[in-house]
């Protein structure tokens, strides 16, 4: 099956810092990544979708100058969360969009990012 | 605006029991419906759904959609302990981007 990585699992930085995560698939080309946020007993919200050699597309509420998305190849994206505060901590979690026939409509996550701002 | 809710939000049973999930929506341009088992860390993918009324199942698991009534079902038969985990539901659309909306989730908890 389709394998979507994302480093680094776990990042504990200090207010004010910027935080770089990668989502890449391993084994397929993805034309469409999103990044997601979930905080603790809640649901995914997506944050932005990610579209090879374009510009991101940000949901409402989603500062784009604060969550940075750059997908510059087809096998890799990246969010930078910068200047973060402690209210950004939270589980990143990125997907990877299989297009095809059969499967358009898939996408596989990575293991997602634990971000923690002291 | 598009939306997903799941019921019931949580659920406690007892080994053995049959539970069944919930997942409706209201979002424009439906794509595909996706069902996610999520434990501790990121979801993992159960069944895709795409047209009404083909039963999708897995073991124990089986997933129905219905795009008439705009819902879909998860069901579990014999529960174990190894199916506490929360369940989420996605709605692939293409209003706008194509993107996928998730619901609330159910928290379910099986009990020994």
């Known amino acids: 099956g389709a394998v979507v990585s994302q480093h680094p699992s776990r990042v504990i930085c200090k207010s004010g810092t910027s935080v770089k995560i990668e989502c890449r698939s391993l084994d397929f080309q993805a034309t469409t990544m999103f990044w997601y946020r979930q905080f603790p007993k809640q649901s995914l919200m997506l944050m932005a979708t990610?579209?090879?050699?374009?510009?991101?597309?940000?949901e409402q509420g989603v500062e784009k100058d604060k969550f940075l998305i750059n997908h510059a190849s087809l096998t890799l994206s990246t969010l930078t969360v910068t200047s973060a505060h402690p209210e950004d901590s939270s589980f990143y979690i990125c997907?990877?969009?299989?297009?095809?026939?059969?499967?358009?409509?898939?996408?596989?996550f990575g293991p997602g990012t634990r971000l923690t701002v002291l | 605006e598009d939306k997903v809710v799941q019921s019931p939000l949580s659920l406690v049973v007892h080994e053995g029991d049959t539970v069944t999930l919930n997942c409706s929506y209201e979002v424009t341009n439906f794509r595909s419906l996706l069902w996610y088992k999520q434990e501790k860390k990121a979801p993992t993918f159960l069944f895709m759904l795409t047209s009404s009324g083909i039963e999708k199942k897995s073991g124990r698991l089986s997933s129905i959609l219905d795009k008439k009534e705009l819902f879909s079902i998860l069901n579990i038969t014999a529960t174990q302990t190894g199916d506490s985990a929360v369940y989420l539901c996605?709605?692939?659309?293409?209003?706008?981007?194509?993107?996928?909306?998730f619901g609330t989730g159910t928290r379910l908890k099986v009990l020994a």
């Open positions: 997907s990877a969009a299989l297009w095809g026939t059969q499967t358009y409509n898939e996408q596989f």
């Open positions: 996605a709605v692939g659309t293409t209003s706008g981007t194509y993107k996928y909306i």
């Open positions: 990610s579209n090879e050699g374009s510009k991101a597309t940000y």
